[in-house]
């Protein structure tokens, strides 16, 4: 059996001054930039952060177990510094030890970018204002059924987060689904600079980060960086949803084949006959090439057919039989990114505490709807919308109104979706307002009974999760 090809220190120095043959030769298994959550083996990367700088830690890390570290300025340390700008090259003859760069992020994105072209497999690239992450995993939760398939954990879609990600690159690795995240035009071109992607998955184009980018077309441009990074067809393959016309008219921004999905017959793959069942899933028909197929997947809301349809339109460009992803949806071993859980009174909280986009706060108003109970709306502030921002909480307010029998509001934000919910009709002693969210943890406690159930949505730095924790039954 062919040994499995690993990164290596060897590998590490290749991609950071050419062909080198060190004294010695060890695996490194993956990287961090956390020295708390170093792992033997692991390569450390020190960055200056907002309250404290790794260069601080790169000891810690290294006593840790990390086999090597990257840093960019002089420490004062007490395992050896290698300075790659000096020739020629010393190395010491045993680990732990640092390389000194130029520039520690520009390093672990070489030695990324050059770790992956070492090996011949298919990348997935995911991106959007809404849905990233669940079209991720779902995509990963498919093609891992019938090919060794790696994906980036967690959140990490970012210029640091995706190059930690193809660290873990191997040569068993048949394809590689990756998340990439979005602030400013030329971040995507970045992280395809990195990854090279053949397969791109565009999800939406919202109001998400406007504060950051400006506008929603300077968001639709950035986010087409990834179409336009695509090789030409037949290798390049542009997943596009067909329903937002900002992401339609990306076809004329790639090379690469262009697959449409969505709602509408006029799309390659789209579905109809949606039906909600609740916490319990959703349920569609599915129609390609004059073929039709019901499908069942545990992910919670009406809007999830979209992941869906991202995640089903690629597995048929793998060549994965619709009995396979009949299976894989069926029996997925993961939850999308909302889960509920009970209170000590006995009412359901839908957690969609993580974050928050007006599109996405409406999907989940819409998937309360679908619930019995009387319904609370719990709503934090949405940051980063810019300009968008009045118009995104008067969105949500309007359809608070026509969903929730009681409002929570949380933040100075929200009092726009207090006023656009008044406007509508939405009776103002059945609203409650606080500055911040641990303010309406006594009022949730006294009033949440058995057979309420709560929504909980706001924007992460709400902390709308110690809500959560405050009312989660003790198990």
């Known amino acids: 059996m062919m040994a499995v090809r690993t990164l290596t220190l060897r590998d590490v120095l290749t991609a950071l001054v050419g062909e080198t043959e060190p004294p010695f030769n060890f695996n490194i298994d993956g990287g961090s930039i956390d020295s708390r959550n170093v792992k033997p083996n692991d390569l450390f990367i020190a ?48 680990k732990p030890f640092s390389l000194l760069t130029a520039n520690s992020l520009e390093a672990l994105q070489r030695i990324a970018t050059w770790w992956r072209e070492q090996f011949n497999l298919k990348v997935v690239g995911i991106t959007g204002s809404v849905g990233k992450s669940s079209t991720k995993d779902l995509v990963w939760s498919i093609l891992s059924r019938r090919l060794v398939t790696l994906h980036s954990e967690g959140n990490q879609n970012n210029e640091i987060g995706l190059p930690l990600t193809l660290l873990k690159l191997n040569s068993r690795h048949e394809v590689a689904v990756l998340e990439m995240g979005f602030y400013v035009p030329g971040e995507i071109k970045l992280l395809c600079d990195i990854a090279h992607p053949q397969i791109g998955i565009i999800t939406n184009v919202g109001t998400v980060h406007a504060e950051r980018a400006g506008s929603i ?93 991202r995640a089903v339109a690629t597995a048929l460009k793998f060549g994965i039989s619709w009995d396979w992803i009949f299976f894989a949806l069926k029996d997925m071993p993961i939850q999308v990114r909302i889960v509920t859980v009970n209170t000590k009174s006995g009412a359901r909280l839908i957690d969609d505490s993580y974050n928050a986009s ?118």
């Open 217 to 309: 077309e300077v968001i639709a441009k950035g986010k087409a960086e990834l179409v336009e990074a695509l090789p030409p067809a037949p290798t390049g393959f542009a997943i596009l949803n067909y329903d937002d016309t900002r992401v339609r008219e990306m076809a004329s921004k790639t090379k690469a084949e262009v697959f449409y999905y969505g709602l509408s017959p006029e799309a390659d793959l789209w579905a109809d006959e949606i039906e909600s069942m609740g916490l319990e899933g959703v349920r569609c028909r599915m129609h390609y090439r004059g073929e039709s197929n019901y499908l069942t997947a545990p992910l919670i809301g009406r809007h999830s057919v979209y992941t869906m349809l």
């Open 47 to 94: 960055l200056p952060g907002e309250n404290t700088d790794g260069h601080l830690y790169v000891d810690d890390a290294l006593r840790k177990g990390a086999s090597l570290a990257l840093i960019d300025h002089e420490i004062i340390s007490e395992f050896p510094i290698v300075d790659l700008s000096k020739t020629p090259l010393v190395l010491p003859e045993n």
């Open 358 to 475: 007006p599109d996405s706060t409406v999907a989940a108003l819409n998937l309360l709807r679908d619930l019995g109970g009387r319904k609370v709306a719990v709503l934090g502030d949405m940051l980063e919308l810019g300009q968008y921002e009045d118009e995104g909480h008067q969105k949500v307010g309007w359809r608070a109104a026509e969903v929730a029998d009681e409002l929570v509001l949380i933040g100075e934000r929200s009092t726009i979706t207090r006023q656009a919910a008044i406007s509508s009709g939405f009776k103002p002693e059945k609203i409650h307002w606080y500055a911040q969210a641990a303010e309406a943890i006594p009022y949730l406690m006294d009033t949440l009974q058995s057979g309420d159930i709560a929504l909980i949505k706001g924007s992460h730095c709400m902390h709308l999760e110690t809500i959560v924790a405050a009312l989660e039954e003790n198990q």
